[in-house]
């Protein structure tokens, strides 16, 4: 099957996604683009998709890490990261808010960005609020990895890739990324890529 999932250089990645109205939800046709994401997401496999990178322009994105796609991590790089497994969870019209001022710097992958990997930084800890799929009004205080996996998602919403917010040097083919940082703890990654010199880090 072709993938479903639009690549950088697609507009409606650029966009500013609209909200979700009330007369859209729990209709068929937001059902169908619920499954769509879900199936679309699984299939990459990936760990979050947010409805622009289905070329649909409305603020919901699906979530859910499964155990197998940690499998392959150390458990230095499952605990560093905070990575645990995370059920399936939807989130409509969601609003993210950072909870302390904690920021962490880890590797991230894009599946409209295909193949290719870099050093992302983002708060350690947000609380995001919302609906889900069926209107309720939903709050999550999320830590580590699933909170990565919000703040991916939600920039999608606002027309952000991972890209805009990278450590320049650190992008590279997943594949070299694998090669030469697999296993690694993120303060021999840093060391290896310069990181740690004054300024870089703040800077980017």
């Known amino acids: ?9 697609h ?9 979700v109205t009330p007369e859209q939800l729990g209709t ?4 169908a683009l619920l499954a769509r994401m879900t199936e679309a997401m699984r299939q990459a496999p990936g760990v979050g998709l947010a409805a622009p990178q289905l070329g649909v322009s409305l603020r919901v994105f699906v979530l859910e890490d499964r155990a197998e796609l940690q499998a392959a991590l150390t458990p ?4 560093e ?3 645990v497994p995370l059920p399936l969870r939807v989130f409509v019209n969601p609003t993210l808010k950072p909870v302390g001022d904690e920021r962490v710097t880890f590797f991230e992958g894009c599946l409209s960005v295909s193949g290719y990997a870099a050093l992302v930084e983002r708060w350690r800890e947000v609380e995001v609020t919302g609906l889900d799929e069926a209107g309720a009004p939903v709050s999550w205080r999320a830590r580590g990895w699933p909170a990565r996996i919000l703040q991916h998602e939600a920039d ?14 650190s992008f590279g083919t997943l594949p070299q990324v694998k090669a030469r940082f697999g296993g690694l703890p993120i303060a021999e990654v840093k ?4 990181l740690e010199v004054p300024g870089v880090e703040a800077g980017r």
């Open 1 to 9: 099957m072709e993938n479903p999932i639009v690549q950088v250089g």
């Open 11 to 19: 507009p409606v990645l650029r966009e500013r996604a609209r909200d």
């Open 28 to 31: 068929a046709e937001f059902r």
């Open 76 to 79: 230095v790089e499952r605990a």
């Open 81 to 83: 990261r905070e990575r």
């Open 156 to 169: 999608h919403l606002d027309g952000v890739i991972y890209v805009d917010r990278m450590h320049p040097r």
């Open 191 to 194: 060391r290896a890529l310069g």
